[in-house]
Every structure is written in C-alpha cells, then in structure tokens.
C-alpha cells in the first residue's frame, strides 16, 4: 500500500481505528454480554401412556421449531418399567417411543419407533446402561426424520413426520449374529461403500443435497438422494488415502491439552454445517472442534476446555465404576442469530454447555453443572436450539432427562451471569 | 445365582448384560428368594405380614385433599464443587432446618471429576455425608463422611435430629451402630450394642437376644419425653426394641401384630403369590424401615406394602395397606442398581404432617415412585404427588420424606436418582 497525496486525514483516523480499536473491539467481544439462559423446569411436561423418557443421545429442531427426541427404549430398568408387565407391578411406566416429536411449550406431538419398528431398525447396540443403539436424528425443510444407528450393521433411513418408512441409505456392514458379542472392528478409512460400526452422526447440506458423515478418523460425503459416495477428508483435511488405520496414541493429559496431530482423533461426535457453509467437526478425542470448508479444506480449529483428558487408559464409559469419561465435545449447535456468532457445545464430561465465540474461538461463558436438580446436567450428550434462541438439551447414562434453557437477554443487553 | 432368566417380562425379552462390578452385588442378592443377604442389603423395602386380611383403605379423594408443587429451585448448587449423591434420609430439626444424608457409598467416578489432582472436570468432588439446609436451600452446615470418626457407618441409613439439636445417625453395614454428634459434628456418644464387623452373608437371624445388632441398624427414632430409642430391627429380624436413649439400656420390645420376642420365628419369611396382595402371618416380614411415634402413640412402618400401629408399650392398634397390588417381596425382588427385577414393596419411609392432629401420613414408595397421602385416622387414600421421572417434580428411587412445620415435604431419591426436591402445599 503506497502512502502518498490521497493519504488523508481521515485514512489516517481509519488507520488509527484499525491498529488501536480493533484489538479493543477484540477485548469486548470476551468482555461482551454473551448469552444468558435460564431453565425452564416444567418443560416438558409429563409424557402420556405411562411413557418414560430414556437415555437421549441426540435432539434437533425442525422449521416449525419443533423439538425431535431421539431416545433409547432399551436403555429402560426394571425399575422402571414395572407397568410393562401383566398384571402390572407399579402404576408407572413403560418406555416412550424412540422418536418423541415436543412443541415449544413441552406437549409431546407426536411418539413412533422402536425397536423391530421397520426392518434395519437400529440393532440392540452396546451394553447397559446405553443398550440401544438409537444414536442420529434429522428432520430435513420437507419434514422427513431422518435416523442413524450406532450398531453393527446399522445405517441411516428416512421417514416421514408420521413415522411411515421412506428410504435407506444402505451402505450397511454386517449385523452381528444374535447372542453374540460384536467383534472389535478394524479401522479402515480407505473403504468408503459400508459403515461397519454403524453411522453415529450426520448432517445434511440439503441445497447441495448432500449427506455428511463422520466416521471413525474421517468425514464423508454422500448425495443424499441417491447414497453415492462424492469425497471425504481426514484430520486438518488430509486425503482418504493418507489416514492411518491405527489406534490414536494416548497423551499424557496431566501436562497438557492434547497434541496437535494431523489425524483426527476418535471420536469424531458431530458433524454440522453453519449457515455461511462452513463444516464444523466435532474432534472429542481432541477436546477440539475442527473446521472445514465443504470441500474438505482445514479452516481452523479451537480447543474446549482441553485440561479435561479427551482418551487414553483413564476413560470409563456410561456406569464405569473405575474412571470418569473423557472428552469435551459431545455435541455442539450454532447460536440463533442470523451470524450464528456463538457455538454451544455440550460437554459430558464437566456437564456444562461451553458457549464460545464462533468466529474466536474464545469461550464466553457456560451453562449448568453436574447434577440432577433442575437445570444441572448428568451426561448432557443432546444439544438444539430453537429460531427464538431456546436451547434443548439431552442426557444419557443415568440422565435421561431433556430439559429446556430459555434466552433471558434475547436483547444482547448484559444480565448478571448465574454463574458468577 | 441372580443370572437365571425369571418368568417376569420386561419391555423387552433381552437379557441385560451387566458389566460392572459394583452391580454384580446388586445382581447376586436380587434374586435371592427374600434371604438374609437380600433384606440386608437392601435398605427400601418394608414388608409385613399382618393378621387377617386387612382391605384395602377406602379412596376418599376430598375436596380438601392436600396438594403440593415442587419448588424446582431448591436447594441451591451446593458448594465447593460437592456432589449430591444417594438422599437416603432427610430429618426436620425443630428449627425447620432440613438434615439430609448424603450417602457416599453410590459415588461414580463420572461425578467426581474434581477430586483427581490435577481435576479430571470442573466438577464434583465427594462432599460431607450430614448436610443442613435451611428453608431457603443453603447449605448452612456440613460434616462427616468415612472415616470421619471411628464407627462412622459403612452404610449410612438414618438421621435424626434431638430436641437438643444433637445429631444422631446410623448404618447398615455389620458392625454399624448409632453415633451422636451435636449440629457442629462433634462426637458425644456412640449407641454401642455393636455386631461384629462381618461379612453380610455370616449374619443369622435372632429376635431373641437383646445385646447387639449384627446387621447393624436401619432405622431409628426418638421418644423424648419418655427418652426412649426406638429401633426397628427388621432388615433381618422382625422385631421393634426400644432402648434408653441416654443409658442405653435395653426396655422392651416386641414381634409382628405385638407378639412377644420369644415368639418370633427366627425363619425365612416365605414369598406369596404377587397376584394378589401380600397374605398374612403372624410374623413381621422384614424388612422394616422406619418407626415413628405419633402424638397420641406409635406408628411403625412396615412392609407386605403396609403401615400397622402400635401403642408404644406394643399393643397392635390398625394397619394400613398401602397400593397393596404391588410386589411387597418374593423372588424377582430387585435392589438398587439391579439389571434384572424391579423394586418391591411400597413403604420405603413415612412422614406425618405437621398440623396440630398429624392428620396424614405421607408415604414415600420407591417403587411406584409417588409419595401416597392417607388420612392418619383411617388409612384412606387422599391424595399422591410425584410420578416416575427425571424432571422437577418426579421421583427416580424415592427412599426418604420429611415435612417442616410449614407443611412443606422434602424428598430425597436414590439409586441414580441422588437429588433432594422440595414441595410446597397449595392452597
């Protein structure tokens, strides 16, 4: 940039905006009024037909902001279905269906699925608590449901609002016989026609009509309409065939936040698409969210609350009696607002919703804490947000609760935090 | 033992594979049928078998019936970081204050993700096991925990609050006692008349000797006018002793319908065919859970899913039966944390309000997760709150109840379900 006659007086106030109030602005966006919520305890209210919620892995909203529960019927006790036998033992309860469609002020609209609903159902998946293998759900702009499996031999399919069966994806691997207990699988990311383990998350890029998946250290994408393969990238947008198939090293976690490495490190627990195209990948292996443009191009990337170990040894799953869980990312979803400026992850771990700055990086503030009180969380694995800016969320393991967060500065005005 | 199929359908017919450890303990006694290792393991259930075939109370749902609604922001967070864990008893202290057991011994690493150096999460680390909140839901004070003092209980299981705000609790495990504290936790005085520090399975029934208590000591409660302790030993025997509270002296005592401890049968109690209610004998069916004196007498909780009533010299005044079509016990009897049965019986711990004629009993069932209202009079059923659930308001494992001279009733839940809820009367 050459400075000479047409450098003015006012590109000199531009340049000085530019050097000293830009890192001021910078400063206020931490310093900012980020968003503030609060529980909505009746939310939602009690299921009909003596249904009780399950473990509820993932949840979305559709168009109408209606909120879709995906939950796990075989994740139920007998302690809690003692209305399931003849005669009854207790006045309450059988398990609800798998797909529970709410409306905003917590009336259940609709309940369909289960399993042996439709033939490639999600199969009885790992062991208990978490027994079912519901895992994925999607409602697309016709308000089709679309549901994904995390069992072997589970895929994706397609229904309408009433349940009614539509399509398959297909691209199964094979079931595991009845009565015995699933092979560990071997990685391999070269292999793009079947998802052996099963397909945990996916999104949809619906005006591309484009299905995107991630699986073991990769993401996949298919047309959506006929299930062709397209592309796919691994970690920091590395080709397919440059991902290795070995187990992803442990890190010694007391020293630090995870290592940068050029392969993604399972499990890769989301994948959602922003409005301005980007791909963003959640990395729980890493405590790290990676960002891609739809090509597969790395973008960037930021950490969440990386002193929490993200894998290795130390790791216990849903009723481990020996070790925490490991990992920050279960979920994320995208603020309401037209920019989308704030990413809400919820993390299973510390059982808080981060909110960071979608642009930064930077977190900015967080909701809830480990509990079962109203608006405390157990294993917050579910996370959604509404047009008005209403967040919905979902436990699993002993959780099995949604439960509602209602935007209390909807006006960006500052509020005293609940939380300080 | 415990992996057998049972004849009982669930949702669906998959049996569970359970993989953990700590519910192999579970698992194994679920299905003993009503054994020793199973009423002393599990702390819930209350079963009785009564005398004649009582039926069931007449619903009166009044106009006046009493009603609640959760105050779903109650208590507030504990702090510093401090888990919640099992709510196995709750006690309202004269000045409305609410003491609540924190039993630790459910922890799950997931929740303690603080306690890791340096922190594995943000949150939580174990906490004090005696908690005290006032009516707003601080935490006004907190104490104790293993090891806190010698003979702190293996398995904490009652509290219970003197009108010298000294704090009494007790345990469970073989070996466990009562210990007495004053508000702050300072040691006063232990009960003593301990059992030896055995194995569960090595305790044998004996509802003659008087001297110590194997199993160790369910539940409690005070007579203080007359200073009296009364215990009822019934989570293996069958059987209500009271003690001098301050000597601690044996007095008296006495078996089901009021039967004199040399009567009492030292035997299984047999399981009965659950599509019906619970038969009758002339022994209480263990096990017992709580004992609560009333105003004008004695009311002993008890099991077959039914309250009875004694004078407090133990003459058998009325029974109540509480949702009698429940399993009060048998086989496919499951405890907490059991993969393959579900809970029984219904009468996990009683409250009477606190107007001036104690008008009702309210009865926590863990089963059905519902706290049931009955008159005090005549056992009718007046009104329920609660249902099976995780949200504000519902009940996962309910197992202790508690009202305030507001007339408001705090619950605690166990098993997964670890909160404490509070419920204000409607108008």
Known sequence: ?420 | MGMERHGRILTNERQPKIQFSQMNRYREVSSMQMGIGWMRTHAMLVVFLGVGLAAVPPTAHSQNSPKFKVDPFWPKPLPNKWSTQEIVDIYVDKEDHIWVLNRATDARPDELGAATNPPRAECCVLGPEVLEFDTDGSVLRAWGGKDYVPGWPGRLQTIGVDRDENVWISGTMPGDSIIKFTKDGKFLWDFGHRGPKVPASEVKQDNQQTAIFPPGIAAFEFDEEARELYIPDGFLNKRVLVYDMDTTAFKRGWGGQGMPLSEIDNDPTPPYDPSGPPPDQKNFAPALHCAHPSKDGYVCERGSDRIQVFTKQGKFVKQFWIHPSTQSRGPHCGGIWSMTDPPCGTVYNLTLSTDPQQKYILVADGTNNMVWILNRDDGALVGSFGGNGRSAGQLHWIDSIAMDSKGNVYTGEVEGGKRIQKFVPVK
């Not at chain 1, 006659?5 to 001021?24: C, D, E, H, Q, T």
């Open chain 1, 1 to 420: 940039m050459q400075i000479g006659k047409g450098w003015n007086r006012k590109s000199a106030m531009v340049m000085y905006l530019a050097i000293f109030l830009v890192p001021a602005l910078v400063q206020t966006l931490h310093g900012q009024n980020p968003p503030i919520y609060e529980v909505d305890p009746t939310w939602p209210k009690p299921l009909p037909n003596k249904w009780l919620m399950q473990g509820v892995p993932v949840m979305v909203t559709d168009k109408d902001d209606h909120i879709w529960v995906f939950n796990r019927p075989r994740d139920i006790n007998p302690d809690e279905s003692g209305a399931a036998t003849t005669p009854p033992r207790t006045d309450c309860c059988i398990a609800a269906p798998a797909v529970l469609e709410f409306d905003t002020a917590g009336n259940l609209m609709k309940g369909w699925g289960g399993p042996g609903y439709v033939s490639g159902w999600p199969a009885e998946g790992i062991e208990k608590p978490g027994a079912g293998a519901e895992h994925a759900i999607l409602v697309d702009r016709e308000g089709n449901v679309w549901l994904g499996g995390s069992a072997r031999g589970d895929s994706i399919q397609k229904f309408t609002g009433d349940g009614k069966f539509l399509w398959d994806f297909g691209h199964r691997g094979p079931r595991t016989p009845p009565g015995e207990k699933p092979q560990p699988l071997k990685q391999n990311n070269q292999n793009t026609d079947i998802f052996p383990g099963g397909v945990f998350f996916f999104d949809l890029d619906e005006d591309a009509h484009e299905l995107y998946i991630v699986d073991q250290k990769r993401v996949l994408v298919y047309d959506m309409d006929s299930g062709a393969f397209k592309r796919g990238w691994g970690g920091h947008g590395i080709p397919l065939s440059e991902i290795d198939n070995d187990p992803t090293p442990p890190y010694d976690w007391k020293s630090g936040p995870p290592p940068d490495q050029m392969q993604f490190a399972p499990a890769l627990h989301c994948v959602h698409i922003s409005t301005d195209g980007l791909v963003y990948i959640c990395e729980r292996g890493s405590d790290r969210v990676q960002v891609f443009t739809k090509q597969g191009k790395f973008v960037s990337s930021f950490f969440v609350h990386p002193s929490t170990p993200s894998r290795g040894p130390e790791c216990g799953g849903p009723g481990s009696t020996t070790f925490g869980m490991c990992g920050t990312i279960y979920n994320l979803t995208f603020s309401h607002d037209p920019q989308q400026k704030y990413v809400l992850i919820a993390d299973g771990t510390n059982d808080k919703i981060w909110i960071h700055d979608r642009k930064e990086g930077a977190v900015v503030g967080s909701i809830g804490d480990n509990g079962r009180m109203a608006g405390q969380f157990h294993w917050i694995d579910a996370i959604a947000m509404d047009s008005k800016g209403n967040i919905y969320t979902g436990e699993v393991d002993t959780g099995k609760r949604v439960q509602k967060f209602v935007l209390k500065n909807g006006d960006g005005k500052a509020r005293p935090h609940p939380h300080e």
